[in-house]
């Protein structure tokens, strides 16, 4: 079945760390794949994107990196601070015209000084 | 710009009765995703529209609908609500129908059912 995962539910990091968090998909088809961040209280909110026709792609302290082979998904974060202390989530795209976001269950990051 | 606004942002309902949800998107978004949020199942997508149309539905009863505006406002419908349907009830908007452009999700109405 359709089904987007995570490896660890929690994360433990210290500020000024790299943070990685990964996720594993199981539909090859998905060409597309999203990263969320949602804070208490708040919806969701996007992070990175990319598409499979990519196997990196960076922001602004963060990067996606895809592995089709093996259908994992990682967002690291570069220099982690408390602000990022949040639950991360992945999400796929079951191919164009499904239309679809399948989401993870979500990692939560905690950040330590 | 203004982000997706969702209202009410609470709400307390009875089992049986029915509740609306209002969506506005970002200025200029066409698409419109709703989505269910429990501890239990996570996000789960109860569907899209575009251009006043629904273009996909999730896995839902059909206690669970929704409706698109010509200004691109949605709304979306529970009727004979269950204990059950208590969850984060969340609205995303896109600037062209999802897979082409990312979602960008609204801060929730938390829907309480007693």
């Known amino acids: 079945g359709e089904s987007v995962g995570l490896h660890l539910p929690t994360l433990s990091v210290q500020e000024g760390d790299n943070s990685i968090i990964n996720c594993a998909y199981s539909n090859s088809a998905s060409d597309y794949f999203i990263w969320y961040k949602q804070e208490s209280g708040k919806g969701p909110q996007f992070i990175i994107d990319?598409?499979?026709?990519?196997d990196k792609r960076q922001g602004q302290r963060v990067t996606v990196l895809l592995n089709k082979t093996v259908k994992h998904l990682s967002l690291q974060i570069a220099a982690t601070q408390p602000g990022d202390s949040a639950v991360y989530f992945c999400a796929e795209l079951l191919g164009r015209g499904a239309d679809k976001l399948i989401f993870g269950t979500g990692t939560r990051l905690q950040v330590f000084p | 710009k203004a982000g997706v606004t969702q209202t009410p942002r609470y709400l307390i309902k009875t089992r049986g009765q029915q509740v609306t949800l209002s969506c506005s998107p970002i200025s200029g978004h066409r698409s419109v995703s709703w989505y269910q949020q429990t501890p239990g199942q996570g996000l789960q997508f109860l569907f899209e529209y575009f251009s006043e149309t629904q273009r996909n539905k999730g896995n839902f009863p059909g206690r669970f609908s929704g409706r698109q505006f010509s200004n691109s406002r949605s709304e979306m419908n529970v009727s004979t609500l269950e204990l059950g349907d208590s969850a984060l009830y969340l609205c995303a908007s896109s600037l062209e129908a999802s897979g082409n452009s990312p979602l960008h999700f609204g801060n929730g109405t938390r829907l309480t059912v007693t």
């Open positions: 990319i598409r499979s026709n990519m």
